[in-house]
């Protein structure tokens, strides 16, 4: 008779989780959105120093190095998809 305990609704009046855990889940939201655009924004300012270097250097190579700062652009356009 225990498995028609489980068919019954469920008691609205009982929580199912903490109260603190949607702080919890917001709050990893914002640090997922927030990191991955720092990390993003870090990655493309030294890939374009990098370039910078190589123009001085080599600048016959300068349009290979900027794929790196086209990659860390999205990076954090998929960080932004995956943290939302």
Same mark, same amino acid.
């Given at each position: ?16 989780? *903490? %109260? ?8 990893? @939201?914002? $640090? ?26 080599? *600048? %016959? ?8 700062? @086209?990659? $860390? ?12």
């Amino acid at each position: 008779m225990d498995a028609y305990r489980y068919l019954a609704e469920p008691d609205m009046h009982e929580a199912h989780c *903490p %109260s603190y855990a949607a702080s919890l889940g917001y709050g990893g @939201v914002v $640090a997922a959105v927030a990191l991955s655009n720092f990390g993003s924004a870090w990655g493309t300012w030294k890939s374009g120093v990098s370039v910078i270097h190589t123009g001085i250097r080599h *600048p %016959s190579s300068v349009m290979k190095n900027i794929i790196p700062i @086209v990659m $860390a652009g999205g990076v954090g356009i998929f960080c932004l998809i995956v943290a939302v």
